[in-house]
């Protein structure tokens, strides 16, 4: 992502000072929609909580003797981990079972909790290997069953707990699964098979061999993918005692683990979380590819979409102490602090809605798939949902929104309620109703063309924007009926429409977004399989078009930010702000309020990074703003402040 050069568990009371904002911030009509439409579910009471993981090649390497058992010991308490997976198997590979056995004595010996791990991945002797290139399993074939059941048995002998890592999915498309198939697609196919085997091939197995055994799903971080290859967000949830979410995203100007923007981990934890509810818990990350300010960002977006457990994938890295690892102990007081104050909260702004097992890409040329990552990575407050939005708050309807049977008449009565409806080309392209369409302000049937140019110029409030980077491919679209454009690009002798505004007669406001991101073509075993696999052209969108845009839509509190692209902006429902800077840079965000900005001031319990402020501005020929400076990589945690 080009932003950089280098690249709760259940509900709580609020506190008096919270009901006092509450009755506040209710008397302000311009939030009451948000509030309304807020995230019901709160975040964890308790302290949040750090953890590891330790592979199975790893468990004898840091628990064979005494000495390196000291040592990791030592490593451990020093990172504040006060929990530990311990892996039975991965890839075919299992320690030796009586050091696996030492080890987890000895963390709770030592006060560390200790819990099992597996990574269903091929290997030796242990199931049958997909047919395709990779790591993954055919899980049609009897033998990888039976193998697995033994496996979860013999571990649930020795652990209470039990966790699932990311690998509980298959991509075989051997002759037995064609066959099993018959004429679902792979999509249904897997979904219902991956369920049959998390029940029986897992659950049962570990719940005959230990009747007090808690087993977790933990969810990789590439959600606009799950189905296609298994992952069932509606089954897993309800058959599972929790799960757990990877917020991993790394190096974000990288190829190698895909060019993800850094709040993708926000975005899928809250997601799931919209589903699963209280039995979402912890965050998990790794150390991939990692910068110090980029590891600690996933930190914080894990702790903002309401995470109550952080998990620092793997222990090995925290041992040998990895770069990443001294600067995150150094923040780590800040990350739980930051955790602590949004407790009890809830997310509140703009409800992206993606319906479970949709899909953001489709034969007609839509191309949406992690396009609420981006859109919160330049500043749009995005509250993702699996549910159909409700409440009077902005929606965000993407391509995956039209999986949705029921979406025009939601739509339609959203418009009577004078909704403001936030959507994209592929959305409108995809909608089977031409009413729809036209309330866009274009003609039905809208065409998604699938012809790129090279934007040399934007144009917003007027103005002519120069393009600062050659990666500016910005998809035309269909001539606007009644559309007005409020910002578009200049590409030789065309202006396609950026983004545009619509009243239609009905009520309310409908914006679209001409957002592209990726298709499910783009995507191979060859090459990247599951994350983005190029840079976008909006991550190069210029301070002036994002800007355009954010002051467009409703934000929480009514606060229009003006800031550079890469700043992202969460909002929760007592008041609290954070910014959060994906830049190289310190960078300066200005704040406009509809009240006194002095009521606007950083959290005086949030430890922030040294150079981190915030000043009130007072323009000799315009209305006061907050300013806010944040270091890179880094995030600045803001109050309103009661009257």
């Not at 200790?114 to 790591?135: K, W």
């Not at 919160?376 to 549910?387: D, E, H, K, N, R």
């Amino acid at each position: 992502m080009r932003f950089s050069s280098r690249r709760f568990i259940g509900q709580r009371k609020s506190s008096n000072r919270c009901r006092r904002f509450m009755r506040f911030i209710l008397s302000t009509p311009l939030a009451l929609c948000f509030l309304i439409a807020s995230a019901t579910l709160a975040q964890s009471a308790e302290e949040l909580q750090i953890c590891t993981y330790v592979t199975s090649s790893q468990v004898e390497s840091l628990f064979g003797t005494s000495e390196a058992s000291g040592h990791t010991l030592d490593a451990l308490k020093t990172a504040g981990v006060t929990k530990v997976f311990l892996e039975s198997v991965r890839s075919g590979q299992s320690p030796n079972w009586v050091v696996l056995a030492q080890a987890r004595d000895y963390l709770r010996e030592h006060g560390i909790e200790a819990s099992a791990g597996i990574a269903t991945t091929s290997g030796h002797e242990f199931g049958v290997p997909s047919n395709q290139p990779g790591i993954w399993l055919n899980y049609q074939n009897e033998q990888t069953r039976l193998n697995l059941a033994a496996l979860v048995e013999k571990t649930a002998t020795m652990f209470d707990e039990l966790i699932v890592d990311d690998f509980l999915a298959t991509d075989d498309e051997s002759e037995e699964s064609i066959k099993a198939r018959g004429e679902r697609g792979w999509s249904e196919y897997r979904l219902d098979l991956m369920t049959r085997i998390a029940r029986d091939c897992i659950i049962k197995p570990a719940r005959e061999a230990n009747p007090n055994i808690r087993v977790i799903l933990k969810y990789p971080q590439w959600y606009d993918r799950f189905h296609r290859f298994g992952y069932n967000v509606v089954t897993g949830p309800e058959l599972f005692d929790a799960i757990w979410v990877g917020t991993e995203t790394r190096n974000p100007d990288t190829k190698r683990f895909g060019f993800v923007a850094p709040t993708e981990g926000f975005v899928n934890f809250a997601w799931l979380r919209s589903i699963a509810k209280d039995k979402t818990g912890g965050g998990w990350f790794d150390f991939g590819d990692c910068l110090p300010g980029v590891y600690l960002m996933q930190a914080y977006q894990s702790v903002l979409a309401g995470a109550p457990a952080l998990v620092l994938f793997e222990a090995g890295s925290v041992v040998e102490n990895n770069e990443c690892i001294t600067p995150f102990i150094q923040r780590q007081a800040a990350v739980k602090r930051l955790h602590e104050i949004i407790d009890g909260a809830a997310l509140t702004g703009m409800q992206a809605y993606k319906p479970p097992h949709s899909e953001g890409s489709d034969e007609h040329g839509a191309a949406n798939l992690y396009i609420y990552d981006f859109a919160a990575a330049m500043g749009l407050s995005l509250v993702p949902t699996a549910s159909a939005p409700s409440g009077d708050s902005p929606v965000f309807l993407a391509r995956q929104a039209a999986d949705d049977p029921a979406i025009a008449d939601r739509i339609h009565a959203w418009l009577k309620e004078k909704r403001t409806l936030v959507v994209t080309p592929d959305f409108l392209s995809a909608i089977e109703d031409d009413s729809i369409i036209e309330a866009a302000g274009y003609k039905a049937p809208y065409p998604l063309g699938r012809m790129m140019v090279e934007a040399d110029a934007f144009i917003a409030g007027g103005a002519n924007i120069p393009a600062t980077t050659e990666n500016n491919a910005i998809r035309v679209t269909p001539e606007a009926a009644t559309a007005k454009a409020i910002v578009s690009a200049r590409a030789g002798g065309q202006t396609p429409a950026l983004f545009s505004v619509n009243h239609p007669e009905s009520g309310g406001a409908v914006y679209t977004l001409n957002l592209p991101t990726f298709q499910h073509e783009e995507f191979a075993p060859t090459r990247e399989q599951f994350l983005p696999p190029r840079p976008l052209p909006v991550t190069h969108w210029p301070e002036e078009v994002v800007n355009a845009i954010r002051g467009e839509i409703s934000q929480p509190y009514a606060i229009k930010l003006e800031a550079p692209n890469g700043v992202s902006a969460t909002y929760f429902d007592n008041g609290v702000i954070v910014l959060a800077n994906f830049h190289d840079s310190l960078t300066a965000c200005r704040m406009r309020a509809p009240f006194d900005p002095h009521r606007i001031g950083l959290h005086p319990r949030f430890p922030h990074a040294e150079g981190t402020g915030l000043q009130i501005v007072q323009p000799p020929d315009g209305d006061a703003y907050a300013q806010v400076s944040i270091q890179p990589w880094e995030i600045a945690v803001l109050e309103i402040k009661a009257e």
